[in-house]
Structures are given as C-alpha cells and as structure tokens.
C-alpha cells in the first residue's frame, strides 16, 4: 500500500501508471468502512490494476 501526503503527489502517480496502460478503480468510502465497501474493493481489485 502506498500512502501519499498530497493531492498532487497522489495525481502524479495516478497518472504516471494510466501512461503505462494500467487500469486505475476508484472505491469511495467517505471514512465509513463497511463490508459493502470491501465487496466492491474486491471486484474492483480483479478487473483494475491499481486501486484507489
């Protein structure tokens, strides 16, 4: 897991891997973790190849 302390360090990577082909999943949670959140991150895990 990679943590970032910036908006513009985070864009920056985000965007370096979608230059490299990757495919980049979105999970939003709004600080509310539940098991719907973890379903989706599952399924978003298999078809993307990085996750946010």
């Known amino acids: 897991m990679k ?3 910036s908006i513009k360090e985070t864009t920056a990577y985000i965007d370096k891997r979608k230059t490299l082909g990757n495919r980049v999943g979105f999970v939003p949670t709004m600080g509310a973790l539940h098991n719907g959140h973890l ?4 399924r978003a895990k298999k078809e993307n190849d990085l996750l946010v």
């Open 3 to 5: 943590v970032f302390n």
């Open 39 to 42: 379903e989706l991150m599952r």
